[in-house]
């Protein structure tokens, strides 16, 4: 795998655990689990 490749799917690794902890943090709080997924955007937006 190149360089690049290890880079992306490193985000994409990130990403998935983002998504995975504020799906649970947002279960905690009892919130809809879609904003968790829409916090996850807003910060791999910015992260990108």
Known sequence: MSLGGIALA?????LIVAAAVLSYAAR???QPTIVAYVLTGAV???HL
Do not use: G, P, R
Request: glycine letters at 0%; charged letters at 20%.
């Open 44 to 46: 791999s937006y910015t």
């Open 28 to 30: 905690l709080t009892k």
């Open 10 to 14: 490193t985000d994409f690794a990130l």
